[in-house]
């Protein structure tokens, strides 16, 4: 267990409206990411972070941003969330250590009506 | 780019049979490659962890290797059993500040 929490865990919106998720970790690692992972497509990169106020575009970025005040905080705001963006959002954070190993949070459920 | 390909994507086995799942990747040159086991409505956890100067790893009746010439990784499943029914995806790291990579894994049903 590396201690992460993701919330909300279910949320439903409508199209339009903005949506954060808070994913909260306890050990203070230094590498945050997000994920989106949908059927046919797998597990896909939001954004990621390595350290406060350090943070860079993944492979789906679009339509999101995120944020990182705190080490223990990283946040997912989807400005105005559209259809498309229903899906399941993961985060995740690279252990201590050299060998990179990644350990997930429970999962975030999106649906945009 | 590197790409990581999981074939099948489902797999049923009957309880107690020992099985290998393949996972294939496109660039040798990896820092290492992961296995997360997925439930269904849950997050991945990760069960084993190869580095590229390794050749396996063991936990328990799990076995991974790694083949980097071949692009190749296998996790071996000895004896298995219905709580092993799940999602295994493996994911390649190609460099050690290097983004994951994931395949979109194998989902296994074990019959009891």
């Known amino acids: 267990d590396a201690g992460i929490t993701q919330s909300p865990r279910h949320k439903v919106t409508e199209t339009g409206t903005p949506v954060t998720l808070r994913c909260h970790q306890t050990?203070?690692?230094?590498?945050m990411y997000w994920y989106r992972q949908d059927p046919g497509h797998g597990l896909r990169l939001i954004h990621y972070?390595?350290?406060?106020?350090?943070?860079d575009k993944g492979e789906v970025s679009d339509g999101y941003s995120v944020s990182r005040s705190k080490t223990e905080d990283f946040l997912l705001t989807l400005e105005s969330a559209t259809s498309s963006q229903t899906s399941v959002y993961f985060c995740a954070i690279k252990g201590q250590g050299n060998t990179g190993e990644l350990f997930f949070g429970e999962g975030s459920r999106l649906t945009v009506l | 780019k590197q790409e990581v390909t999981q074939i099948p994507a489902a797999l049923s086995v009957p309880e107690g049979e020992n099985l290998v799942l393949n996972c294939s990747f496109t660039?040798?040159?990896?820092?290492?490659l992961q296995w997360f086991r997925q439930d269904p409505g849950k997050g991945l956890t990760s069960l084993l962890l190869i580095q590229s100067s390794q050749r396996e790893q063991t936990s328990g009746r799990l076995n991974a290797s790694l083949d980097k010439s071949s692009g190749r990784s296998t996790l071996y499943i000895a004896a298995s059993q219905p709580g092993d029914s799940a999602t295994y995806l493996c994911a390649v790291r190609p460099g050690a500040n290097s983004k994951l990579t994931f395949g979109k894994g194998i989902t296994l049903s074990v019959r009891p």
């Open positions: 050990e203070n690692h230094r590498y």
């Open positions: 972070s390595y350290g406060v106020k350090d943070t």
């Open positions: 660039d040798s040159a990896i820092y290492n």
